[in-house]
């Protein structure tokens, strides 16, 4: 038995969401789209809290349910503060096991001055280890993983306000951070070369910040879906594979400066220095550069690899198949007819063979499936905060 999770998503009560991403609505896309285990996000918010405390059933495994899909409780923090005399952004993933525990993590922030009512991604000013210590003795069943670990600003590893290695951030609690999750501009194949990781399980998930994002990032955990098993996934890596995008479609794969059109590959910038060639102001240095700053030649700590699917989202293939805008009335029934006669969009990349992608969706579609599994791809990576494309190699 294995599930897939996405732990890393958020609710109508974070800050540029949609507003559409309410529990039944979240319910029925995890479904389309075929995920087991949802994260609830924002536990902070108050009135996000008070909606899951009223909606969510508990199976007698002591599993949440909302219709046909399970949930754990779990949020985003911000940590901003000083730390080796350089200001600090972190994101952190907290999990909590049950609501009186959260409650606690409220509390607890709230006594750190945090406004909890605001953002469901709520700041504190205290340190990324501190607030570890923090969660953990409110209950050391509380796990913690750093979030998109590369992106320039608020990633763990990041180039703006970003440390050099895990222990440099987390210090005496490093031990206790099971996992880190990539983002979406890097793959396993870049985490794998950094020393800086050993040790610790690699995942991914999406940052939906709407409902058709949930998902676009997957990992697959042993297990049954539900925090007993999620916690044995993550501190025992008992990852079975992760599933993600092609790394130079994230926003921040590459070096350069989006207003001025200009990208760069690490080798280019170490030529030419790190200032944009056309108007002088500095590159933001992309995820591809500061994996190779942290990285040495050989690939660390083969035992904990696992395997993973590079993917583009299904929407973005029929937009591509039928000629049409990925948000246009053609496309969004297309996608959930599909997703309905296959049995979900991460079954429909992965596995569901020729005959039945082109009986569902055309030969078109299926070619396009088909190519991106063998990675026969054309790529515009993405730099600055412009998402890359990926494109099958199709007609
Ligand atoms: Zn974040
Ligand atoms: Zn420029």
């Not at 921040?252 to 400066?257: A, D, F, I, R, V």
Request: contains cysteine; glycine residues 10%; hydrophobic residues 35%.
């Amino acid at each position: 038995m294995s599930f897939t999770a996405d732990l890393h998503l958020h609710s109508r009560f974070a800050y540029a969401c949609s507003k559409d991403l309410t529990l039944p609505n979240m319910a029925s896309w995890a479904e389309m789209k075929g995920i087991d285990l949802l994260s609830t996000a924002d536990f902070t918010h108050p009135a996000w809290l008070s909606e899951l405390e009223g909606c969510l059933s508990q199976t007698p495994e002591g599993h949440l349910r909302y219709g046909g899909v399970s949930f754990v409780l779990g949020t985003e923090i911000s940590c901003v503060f000083k730390q080796g005399g350089r200001s600090r952004r972190v994101h952190l993933l907290v999990f909590a096991p049950d609501f009186p525990t959260v409650h606690g993590i409220n509390d607890m922030l709230t006594g750190l001055g945090a406004k909890l009512n605001g953002d469901g991604r709520p700041t504190v000013t205290v340190s990324a280890r501190d607030l570890t210590a923090r969660i953990l003795d409110i209950s050391p069943q509380c796990m913690l993983v750093p979030a998109h670990i590369w992106t320039p600003w608020y990633g763990m590893l990041g180039s703006k306000s970003g440390f050099d290695a895990l222990d440099e951030c987390f210090q005496d609690m490093t031990p206790h951070i099971p996992a880190v999750e990539t983002g979406l501009s890097s793959d396993p194949e870049m985490n794998w070369r950094v020393p800086a990781l050993a040790g610790k399980a690699i995942v991914s998930f999406s940052d939906a910040h709407s409902l058709p994002n949930m998902g676009r990032e997957l990992t697959v955990f042993a297990g049954e879906p539900g925090y007993r098993d999620l916690s044995a996934g993550l501190n025992k890596n008992r990852v079975e594979k992760t599933i993600e995008f092609f790394p130079e479609e994230g926003k921040y794969h590459l070096n350069g400066h989006r207003k001025c059109g200009v990208s760069q590959s690490p080798e280019e910038t170490d030529r030419s220095g790190s200032r944009c060639p056309e108007c002088g102001r500095p590159m933001t240095l992309g995820v591809l550069h500061r994996v190779e700053e942290l990285s040495e030649g050989e690939p660390v700590d083969e035992a904990l690899r696992r395997p993973y699917d590079s993917l583009v989202p299904l929407v973005e293939l029929l937009s591509l198949s039928l000629g049409r805008g990925r948000n246009t009335k053609t496309v969004v029934e297309a996608y959930q007819r599909i997703c309905h006669q296959l049995g979900g969009e991460v079954r429909v990349l992965t596995r569901a063979n020729r005959e039945d992608l082109a009986q569902a969706g055309g030969d078109t579609l299926a070619e396009a499936v088909i190519k991106i599994r063998e990675r026969q791809v054309q790529i515009a990576p993405g730099f600055d905060g412009q998402y890359g494309t990926v494109r099958p190699m199709i007609g």
